[in-house]
């Protein structure tokens, strides 16, 4: 009677293929859900760099406000300006770093010195989360300034707002600060430090939005600098560095420098364009403080336009 009375038990619990249905059913939901968390992480990114860049642009607006004229790109005794260590190079993020509440850092920049020298390292190599992309892997400095329109040198006749010795006032904005670009994203910027008026921070609409320029950022192939201006220093390069900038580099200093190949030269002249990690486009600031997201696919007469301050082009819908 006890047998019987066992046979009749009801069985409990998972058999081996029921088991795996289960971990097969939570594994698809798990793939299906896991886009849909990436692309609200991806969101919040873009939210947050449209805000850096916004931020940055109500800088700007607050200096042009207080001197009548925006900041220069670069401030340098000439130009062109070569994508090396070597000259003044104060870069126009330095200028807006009171705006931005980081006073302490402005005050530790010794503006008797340029930005590579030994004075300013820790200055230089100091991290500003303001400029930088959340979604930017590579960290690095994410924000330049508009120089030109074209792939041109950085120099004192560019079309844009930020370059060589600039002061832009508000006449010279004659297409509208709604229509000309500012700022806008890099991928790869910084490679001289944040406070390096060369390619590290300025870049021109000459190529369309995320454009892979292999000879881009030439000086920092030599291994010699890190991103964002953290110098890797060996005992000679510690001592190069420094006989670099024996001088104290004053504005109106001359200097001398051994004579590049025409090479090199073309190769340091290079700035290059906007890029972000962000798919299909990038992140800009206009003049008027807006940020606004630019595809990779606009029109690029009219990408051009927005860079320059006063071409009197009609800008459509991009």
């Avoid at 081996?16 to 594994?27: G, P, Q």
């Avoid at 859900?33 to 692309?39: D, E, G, K, M």
């Avoid at 104060?90 to 530790?108: C, H, N, T, Y």
């Avoid at 560019?158 to 000309?180: A, H, M, Q, W």
């Amino acid at each position: 009677m006890l047998s019987k009375h066992r046979k009749h038990l009801p069985r409990t619990g998972f058999v081996l293929i029921e088991l795996l249905a289960v971990l097969m059913i939570i594994m698809i939901l798990i793939a299906l859900l896991l886009p849909a968390v990436q692309q609200a992480r991806e969101a919040a990114r873009c939210t947050s760099c449209k805000n850096n860049l916004a931020q940055i642009g109500v800088a700007l607006q607050n200096y042009q406000m207080a001197h009548l004229v925006l900041p220069p790109g670069t401030v340098n005794p000439k130009g062109p300006i070569l994508n090396q260590p070597k000259g003044y190079h104060v870069g126009w993020a330095i200028q807006i770093l009171p705006l931005l509440d980081e006073k302490a850092v402005f005050r530790s920049y010794n503006f008797k010195f340029g930005v590579y020298n030994s004075a300013n390292r820790l200055t230089a190599n100091y991290i500003l989360r303001c400029f930088q992309c959340p979604s930017s892997a590579r960290g690095g400095f994410n924000y330049v300034g508009c120089h030109n329109d074209l792939e041109t040198p950085i120099d004192v006749d560019n079309n844009g707002v930020l370059f060589l010795n600039s002061s832009i006032r508000e006449k010279d904005l004659k297409d509208g600060r709604s229509y000309t670009i500012f700022v806008g994203e890099a991928l790869d910027g910084g490679f001289l430090g944040w406070t390096s008026g060369t390619s590290s921070t300025l870049r021109n609409t000459g190529t369309k939005i995320n454009f892979v320029n292999p000879n881009q950022n030439a000086f920092a192939q030599a291994n010699r600098y890190g991103n964002y201006g953290e110098y890797h220093f060996e005992e000679q390069t510690d001592d190069m560095f420094d006989n670099l900038n024996s001088q104290p580099e004053a504005p109106n200093s001359e200097g001398t420098e051994k004579p590049l190949s025409p090479e090199d030269q073309k190769l340091l002249l290079q700035v290059g364009g906007f890029s972000s990690a962000h798919t299909g486009g990038a992140h800009f600031c206009l003049g008027d403080g807006s940020a606004r997201f630019i595809s990779e696919n606009t029109d690029f007469q009219i990408f051009r336009n927005l860079a320059n301050r006063h071409d009197g082009n009609l800008i459509g819908e991009y």
